[in-house]
């Protein structure tokens, strides 16, 4: 029932609207899971199943189909560890495992996104170096590019394609079972710092920057960063 409006064409990996085909062939072929959509969209409750009639209680799904607006199904997508692969080295990886959600993450339409956030702090609490990552579906069957922006205009849909090549090139959404592993050398002289990171869910990535009513924090996570020797 879901395919009919969380899939369209083929699959093509990357791309916006292809929820059902990412928890078919990335989650459920795949041997993760057998959840089918309701079973995490339609979370069990005990209740009656008729309301009005002496009947004893019974598991039953909520008719509350959480998704993009729901912090417990957005919280539960995505885990996310930060690593010093070399002692004393300035070199840190973000690992981001998507090993909660039934499919890619984010999912649906080009417009949902995920922020990786990281920045680099001094003892003090001054922040020194940041860094930014965006994740979202792409528009069409390739990846979001500045390059197609005057090809753009010739489509049929040429707002929409233009919106996301202007913010490309980007991360691609995590594929349901991936480990994606991303690394950033902030500009740190020998000492002591922590490495903060965030994830954010947005619901719009073509809001002003500025307007962050619709994000929501996934996860957040830190890790202490001896560079080179002595402390600053």
């Known amino acids: 029932m879901c395919a009919y409006c969380h899939s369209v064409g083929q699959r093509v990996i990357g791309k916006q609207t292809q929820t059902f085909l990412e928890w078919r062939d990335d989650f459920y072929k795949a041997g993760l899971g057998k ?25 039953v799904a909520r008719h509350l189909w959480t998704g993009g607006h ?10 996310m ?23 890619s993450v984010p999912t649906g339409s080009n417009r949902r996104a995920i922020y990786l956030r990281a920045e680099a702090v001094a003892a003090n609490g001054r922040v020194l170096d940041k860094q ?19 090809k753009d205009k010739k489509l049929p849909d040429a707002k929409a394609a233009m919106q996301a090549d202007g913010q490309g090139p980007h991360e691609a959404i995590i594929r349901a079972g991936e480990e994606r592993i991303l690394t950033w050398s902030p500009k740190l002289k020998p000492g002591s710092y922590t490495v903060r990171a965030k994830l954010i869910y947005d619901l719009n990535r073509y809001n002003d920057p500025a307007f962050t009513n619709d994000e929501t924090l996934l996860n957040q ?12």
């Open 221 to 232: 996570n830190s890790l202490s960063l001896q560079v080179g020797a002595g402390d600053q």
């Open 81 to 103: 560890t930060l690593v010093q692969p070399d002692a004393n080295s300035n070199k840190v990886e973000f690992h981001l495992i998507n090993i909660g959600a039934g499919h």
């Open 132 to 150: 930014e990552w965006m994740f979202a579906p792409y528009v069409g069957n390739r990846p979001d590019d500045k390059r197609f922006l005057e």
């Open 35 to 59: 959840q089918q959509c309701q079973d995490c969209h339609m979370p069990r409750t005990m209740r009656k199943t008729a309301e009005n009639f002496d009947v004893p209680l019974r598991p």
């Open 70 to 79: 729901s912090p417990q199904r957005l919280g539960n997508a995505l885990s």
